[in-house]
């Protein structure tokens, strides 16, 4: 007998549809506004610059890893271990490393600030009840 995998529930990042997915996908179109999504989880472990950063999964910066974007993205929440610089919107929880360094606002449902970690700026909204999270 086949093992049949659990679906898992995701929310588009661009139009902000809730939908299922297989737990083994890596990548799926939104089945409303038809755009690829990034479904698995992101490890930075050096530094990594880009414009958006979008995922459906979670998002881990190890300590010598540090991201610059626009616009980070992680609905399944975000491990901040290194330097983060950049725009956080509707992430699941986050959570920012006895180590870590943070630059730039943030909007989420959950935060954890560890002992001995940096907040050099940013402008924070915790909870963010904002619709689509």
């Excluded at 086949?2 to 679906?7: F, G, H, L, N, Q």
């Excluded at 089945?31 to 989880?41: I, M, R, T, Y």
């Excluded at 699941?92 to 630059?103: D, F």
């Amino acid at each position: 007998m086949a093992k049949t995998s659990t679906p898992r529930p995701v929310r588009c990042y661009h139009c902000r549809h809730p939908f299922e997915i297989s737990a083994k996908a890596m990548t799926v179109s939104c089945p409303k506004c038809s755009k690829k999504l990034l479904v698995e989880d992101v490890t930075i472990s050096n530094t990594h610059s880009v414009t958006r950063l979008q995922t459906c999964g979670r998002i881990v910066v190890k300590p010598k890893g540090r991201i610059i974007a626009d616009l980070i993205e992680a609905h399944q929440g975000i491990e901040a271990l290194g330097i983060v610089e950049a725009k956080v919107v509707r992430g699941g929880t986050i959570v920012i490393g006895p180590k870590a360094k943070w630059q730039g606002d943030c909007h989420t449902p959950s935060l954890t600030v560890k002992l001995g970690a940096v907040i050099n700026s940013g402008h924070f909204v915790v909870p963010d009840e904002s619709p689509g999270n």
